[in-house]
């Protein structure tokens, strides 16, 4: 049985280390496992997403609409944009911030209001968390990407320890700390 | 050991052990990772090095390859047709040691100006092209890639789409088989092309495709997969990958390694054993065509796309009739294009450009981001260095707007394929006036050095062309330097050059804001005080991710801000607050 987290943000706000610790986690963990990533202009700060999919043997990296077990997004816009890609009985955890996309900077359109009342409203089940607080309690604005993967960790039958040795054996010496204080704030929120 | 690696990256692997001696590229998305991951194993191993375009790279590689060492070149679809001409030729003269080409394809366009297949130019150059479907197999087939290049005296083309380049899958992590650099016998009948050779080679090039397609009928990496024979899936690289995810063992799969020169007799006898076959293939019906060609009827392209991607629900869907179900809001999600990132020079420069209202004949890179609103300063974009000579040819048909027009190139596109533009602007007698945006690096493709930045591919520092004294020396007399981070000061030196008589080049210098070193020396996110916020939205106007709007004023979000100040002058009533 494959299952599938879908990985959505805004480009910059570091989706692809949230996305490589977790594949690398599954791994330790001897799953079968396969990550997308866009690269190249797209990541400029414009909406991008990162597939993550394992289980016994994978085939496809890519995730489609309906197929999402768990969306983690960075960002509230970017969780209503991406829902079509949930599963139905699927989970979509949240960052509470907001970034205004650059149509709504130059005003041709509006932030819709109260998105994720809306996305709830859909029946879908929403674990909302402020990660940017995490991250700035954890010491850098820097460290959203690992507060969020916490609380994603918090919805795996995976071992917390097993999530904190892929930090240490993949972020540099000096942001191991704050890295590891991040995943905590969220793992426990 | 197993470790979790991107295409790009076990590639990179697969050159390390297959004891590659050489690789040269230029970067471009998504072929860019494989050089920079095996620069890693050290230039003593392997020496590695970005090129000034991707010419220069095969070149280097031939080069290398007829001295006696195995030798590598990675591009993007659109990097090959730079390197056509070296290639139509290297398929004459083959090798000594391996010699291995990648090449990435981006169906879907995620970071690229056109959609071309680069499978035509395996077929139109006569190369052998293998395609891997995940991480190992783009291992394994770099590997084999060397063994086919020396065994059939050839170059071998490594096909790659951006899903493979880009999607990470476990690697079984190997040594390095260390290969001694072949004997050089000079052979200039094989090596020299000129008519009289290249005549007897060309009888060569053909032997070898049917020797290759002989070899293909029985590879390991064409493989058959029975299932249910109901539906029969021929299918190479990602493609294979989404049609086991849709179909699973509901369909037989003849799943191709090689795809070209093609297995004939092992395509037919599979089409024998299947009711109803499928040749699933994104971009153009290669494969289809060849099949069809020899009278075997399937179903291709009239049931899905030439366009864009495939994927499991597209095939799912029309294959099986099945589609999953997904929920939607019944609300507007504005779009979130891409832009150029808070801090980035290139907005002070396409703010002061739009300040004059001048033609923009644009090129390649980050900037081409100066396209979108609210800058909307870019009117074409072709291709690497066109920017140069395209205004050079308007410059010609239209003198009397010369004074109203410009080029924009990034420094590493201007190395690339703008000097010969510059210098026949500068022959051929054109008032153009050409602005390098000088920001230090290459930055679309994500950092790499170039031959203006100082620096090597690993870091180390080595010589930088001086882009004021080459500018001189093609015959360009005017050279001014400008910040673009001071918008006014850039603008009416600009508007002041434009009214020269003369071509000129124009250098907006500043660092791009992303490079770890500049980013350390910038100061504090800047603030919008709300008492002196009057509304008027000026600062809105140089359209930063990081300035939004909202309740009648305006405010700078710290996490986005990079404190480039590049607002603060925009303000007429004091309100932006920082730089500290």
């Known amino acids: 049985m494959t299952r599938s987290i879908l990985i959505v943000g805004v480009g910059g706000q570091g989706t692809l280390l949230a996305s490589r610790l977790l594949g690398r986690t599954l791994l330790a963990k001897d799953y079968d496992v396969k990550i997308s990533e866009v690269h190249g202009m797209s990541q400029r700060g414009g909406s991008v997403v990162t597939y993550v999919r394992y289980g016994d043997n994978v085939a496809s990296p890519i995730v489609e609409k309906g197929e999402a077990d768990i969306i983690l997004s960075f960002e509230e816009l970017e969780a209503a944009r991406w829902l079509p890609y949930l599963k139905k009985g699927g989970k979509i955890v949240v960052n509470t911030q907001k970034m205004d996309p650059m149509p709504v900077i130059i005003g041709a359109a509006e932030y819709p209001k109260d998105v994720l009342k809306q996305v709830e409203a859909a029946g879908v089940e929403v674990q909302a968390v402020d990660a940017l607080r995490m991250a700035l309690e954890a010491g850098s604005p820097k460290a959203v990407n690992v507060a969020l993967l916490g609380v994603v960790a918090q919805n795996t039958d995976i071992e917390k320890d097993v999530w904190e040795e892929t930090i240490r054996t993949t972020v540099p010496e000096k942001f191991i700390d704050l890295n590891l204080k991040a995943f905590g704030l969220g793992y426990n929120a | ?580």
């Open chain 2, 1 to 580: 050991m197993k470790k979790l690696m991107l295409g790009n990256e076990a590639v990179a692997q697969g050159l390390y052990e297959a004891g590659v001696r050489l690789v040269s590229s230029y970067p471009g998305t998504p072929s860019t990772e494989i050089t920079e991951n095996a620069v890693k194993y050290g230039e003593d191993v392997i020496w590695c090095e970005w090129a000034p375009n991707e010419k220069v790279a095969m070149e280097t590689a031939i080069g290398a390859s007829i001295a006696g060492g195995r030798a590598f070149c990675a591009q993007k679809h659109v990097g090959l047709n730079v390197a056509a001409d070296p290639l139509f030729t290297v398929a004459y003269t083959g090798v000594n040691a391996g010699l291995v080409i990648a090449v990435a394809d981006d169906p879907g366009m995620f970071s690229s100006q056109n959609e071309q297949d680069s499978r035509h130019y395996a077929r139109a150059a006569k190369v052998l092209m293998l395609e891997p479907s995940d991480s190992t197999e783009c291992k394994e087939f770099t590997k084999l890639a060397f063994d086919l290049s020396e065994q059939f005296d050839t170059p071998v083309f490594l096909r790659l789409t951006t899903r493979i380049a880009h999607s990470s899958s476990s690697v079984e992590v190997g040594e390095r088989e260390e290969v001694p650099v072949k004997e050089y016998v000079k052979n200039n009948q094989k090596y020299a092309m000129l008519p009289a050779n290249a005549i007897r080679r060309h009888v060569v090039v053909e032997d070898r495709q049917v020797a290759e397609a002989e070899w293909a009928e029985t590879a390991w990496v064409n493989k058959t997969e029975y299932n249910d024979t109901k539906i029969g899936v021929i299918a190479a690289g990602i493609t294979y990958q989404y049609a086991k995810e849709a179909l699973g063992d509901k369909a037989s799969y003849l799943k191709l390694g090689c795809v070209n020169p093609l297995p004939l007799n092992l395509i037919k006898e599979f089409a024998s054993k299947v009711d109803t076959l499928y040749v699933l293939e994104q971009l153009d019906p290669v494969l289809e065509e060849q099949v069809r060609a020899m009278g075997i009827d399937c179903i291709g392209k009239e049931a899905f796309d030439l366009k864009g991607e495939y994927s499991q629900s597209m095939i799912a869907k029309v294959i099986l009739g099945e589609e999953k179900e997904s929920i939607a809001l019944d609300i507007d999600i504005p779009g979130r294009p891409p832009a150029l990132c808070p801090g980035c020079p290139h907005r002070g420069l396409f703010s002061a450009l739009k300040q004059l209202n001048v033609f923009v004949s644009g090129d390649i890179g980050c900037y081409t981001l100066g396209a979108l609103p609210p800058l909307g300063m870019i009117d074409t974009c072709v291709c690497m260095g066109a920017s140069v000579s395209a205004l050079h040819g308007r410059n010609k048909v239209r003198p009397e707007e010369a004074k109203k027009s410009v080029a924009v190139i990034g420094d590493s596109t201007f190395v690339h394929s703008g000097i010969t533009g510059l210098v026949n602007a500068a022959y051929n007698q054109s008032n153009s006036k050409v602005i390098v945006l000088d920001n230090s690096i290459t930055g679309m493709t994500g950092h790499q050095q170039n031959p203006t930045t100082g620096k090597r591919i690993n870091g180390d520092p080595t010589t930088a062309i001086d882009l004021e004294a080459l500018a001189h020396a093609v015959g360009i007399e005017r050279v001014i330097v400008v910040d673009p981070y001071d918008i006014a000061a850039t603008r009416d030196a600009i508007a002041a050059e434009l009214e020269v008589e003369a071509p000129s080049l124009i250098i907006a210098r500043r660092p791009c804001v992303l490079l770890k070193e500049v980013r350390a020396k910038m100061p504090k996110p800047f603030e919008v005080a709300i008492d002196k916020c009057v509304g008027c939205k000026a600062c809105m106007k140089i359209g930063c991710p990081a300035i939004s709007f909202a309740d009648r004023k305006s405010s700078i979000d710290f996490t986005q801000c990079t404190g480039c100040g590049m607002c603060q002058p925009l303000c007429k009533f004091d309100a932006i607050k920082g730089g500290n």
